[in-house]
DNA sequence: CCCACAAATGTATGCGCTTACAATTGCTGG
DNA sequence: CCAGCAATTGTAAGCGCATACATTTGTGGG
């Protein structure tokens, strides 16, 4: 790590003026074959590195695009690890766990997130983009996400993880796509999916693979707006094949495996329904358990359905129905959107909604 | 998107010097109370929000660390995308798909990476970095790895992802800090596991719990790394209980499910064995899936070992022992070592070797 | 062999910010 | 009420690069 070289040290090296070398970098073919090859042998004798941000300053742009999620890892009870405090003990090599018992798996909306990240890095790679990615954590003034709007070119953001003013305040600075969140009536260019749609079909097809009996639904958590669109998806298909919506039994849980399973005890006092629609795949995991636990089969006595498309979802038995999330598509469809801002930075506002892909799996099918 | 504020316009707009704007933003106490207050309204009126780059050149460091990956993706078979093409014609809210068969899971290194990314982006906060990632594909000349070093003031590559004269080459400009390759005699900082070790404690776990007869080792491909430690920690254990490493079945897969289960369908034929260590997840799982199809119980007629701990081997019936990576940790532990180096560039090389955890399950152990 | 013109290269400026140093202001005690 | 000093604020010089514009070099035709 010898003193940093720069296009200075670089054009000295190679007898040319720093002129020259940047062109050598940008344009090669603005230049002398000649006295190109005496500039490329002196960037590799000095091993020079441009500097991202002086580049960043002159072009004023930076060629990097920020990804910013909602943070759902507590920093707080991270355990402590303190690699360099240990480098005198000697820690064992492993540890041995008697573990009967299930992994504790991540937390879904993690995997969720990390798909999308992954789809933004590839598109944001096909485009000549780097990407920055930051958590919104408990944050008071959102330090990070500024920190990040003052590098990136764009902005992508899930919805609900930047209060609107501060997001309102970046927008004035850098182009801002919104993620998944509802549509509503900003500025922004979105990405979302129909949530709604897609819960309306899956209920229809639910209900077409019951028999008579009770229906019941087992939402999320008051305030998610995932979980509204869904019940209002729901509610449309109860409306459609002519039921009432008092005639359903409605329960709420908070999205964990292990509310599902309190809220299918308490369905199952009072009678088992026929079929039970979730509002995501933890809490239908969850019902499944103690359906069987009370005896009840499923398929066969209740037929059950998910949403999500965890991975868990597809390997228990029997295989969940649900309903997977584009989560790659919606984070190349957010880079695009970027792009096509950065290009035309007057275009109207746009909303692009993705495809849900329902997946009719053995939960929610009439026994053969 | 007004023209962007600047420094100059917040400061005209307060009534001082770009000096004192300066001052507010990064030492706050160094301005008088009265004057502090005037440049803040100046900031959010204009909507100011500094240059990432303007201050990285000044100040000689950019607060954001690199993260460099090897790409599993395949970026060319990725499906084209174009959601500004479908801007006119209405696609369908979703599909609709009868999936009996599992869903296709992610490529478990991709989750490794995941877990990995997000240990190191909950350190980088903690440390008040940001996080730039990258992964590395066909891409001859590694522009991107290059473009990314020119960004950060430290770089976190996965062993194997840079080539190493272009990593050397890197290293002379920023800290380079490698993660989970074998120890080799470079001058890098490195985080790595105990991958031998760990085997070599699996296979003991495993033998004492199986009946004497044949044992065999599913191993990976000739060129991976972790694979021929895990075959050395295997091989250690076999010498430690006294047999001759002639005695076992040997047999080689390419760390995919199908590959387990034609290597099982192998061993069957030549008589199953009493014990099967593979050198990872998705071959044992494969393995047992042709047990199962061959009428071979496990664990009761053969005791099966996995490696790498991910979700599929926990939900499994028999749940797969096997052994989890520190992820999270890894991730971590990478970003200390960079905020160290950064600290002090002259320290000697370090290694930090991170415990592996041997989670014994039922498919090792014999029945009660 | 010279001139007109194109290709190649050099010069100089600015991108927006931090910070050493200089200038100013506000307070203190005498 | 003023010297003397500390607290504030301003001035100006880069940070490393891209690029408009100026200059030099090279090319071809006459």
């Known amino acids: 790590m010898s003193k940093k070289a720069t296009v200075y040290d670089v054009a000295e090296r190679a007898g040319v003026s720093i002129a020259t070398v940047s062109r050598v970098l940008r344009l090669p ?68 766990e008697h573990a009967s018992a299930h992994a504790d798996a991540p937390h879904p909306t993690m995997l969720f ?10 598109e944001a790679w096909k485009r000549g983009f780097v990407l920055m990615i930051g958590v919104g954590r408990d944050d008071p003034t959102r330090e990070t996400v500024r920190d990040i709007a003052g590098r990136v070119d764009g902005l992508m953001v899930l919805a609900q993880s930047v209060p609107d003013d501060v997001l309102a305040r970046l927008a004035q ?32 097809l639910a209900l077409a693979q019951a028999d008579p009996g009770r229906i019941a639904f087992l939402g999320g958590p008051e305030d998610s707006p995932d ?41 199952i006092a009072r009678g088992a329904p026929s079929v039970l629609i979730a509002a995501n795949d933890q809490m239908a995991l969850g019902a499944i358990d103690a359906f069987r636990s009370a005896g009840i089969r499923v398929p066969d006595d209740v037929r059950v359905t998910g949403f ?9 038995r029997p295989a969940l129905t649900t309903v997977r999330q584009p ?38 099918q009439r026994p053969a």
């Open 113 to 122: 997130l990390d798909e999308v990240l992954r789809g933004a890095e590839l």
């Open 327 to 364: 989560m790659i598509d919606l984070g190349r469809a957010a880079v695009q959107l970027l792009a096509r801002r950065l290009e035309q930075p007057d275009a109207e506002p746009m909303t692009v909604r993705l495809p849900l892909q329902i997946l009719v799996r053995e939960s929610s």
């Open 29 to 96: 073919d603005a230049v002398r074959p000649a006295t190109r090859e005496r500039v490329f042998d002196a960037v590799s004798e000095l091993g020079y590195v441009p500097s991202g941000s002086a580049r960043g300053l002159a072009e004023r742009r930076t060629g990097v695009l920020g990804l910013y999620f909602p943070g759902f890892d507590a920093s707080e009870d991270a355990p402590v690890l303190d690699v360099l405090a240990q480098e005198q003990g000697e820690a064992p090599p492993f540890t041995v």
């Open 308 to 316: 999500d498309g965890i991975e868990a979802a597809a390997l228990s």
């Open 227 to 267: 979980g509204a669109q869904r019940w209002d998806g729901f509610a449309t298909a109860i409306a459609q094949v002519g039921l009432a919506i008092d005639d359903v039994i409605v329960l709420r849980g908070d999205f964990t495996r292990a509310s599902g399973h309190t809220a299918a005890e308490q369905l």
């Open 173 to 204: 600075r850098i182009p801002v796509v919104v993620l998944s969140g509802p549509a509503r009536g900003d500025s922004y260019d979105h990405v979302t999916v129909s949530n709604a749609e897609a819960m309306t079909e899956l209920t229809r």
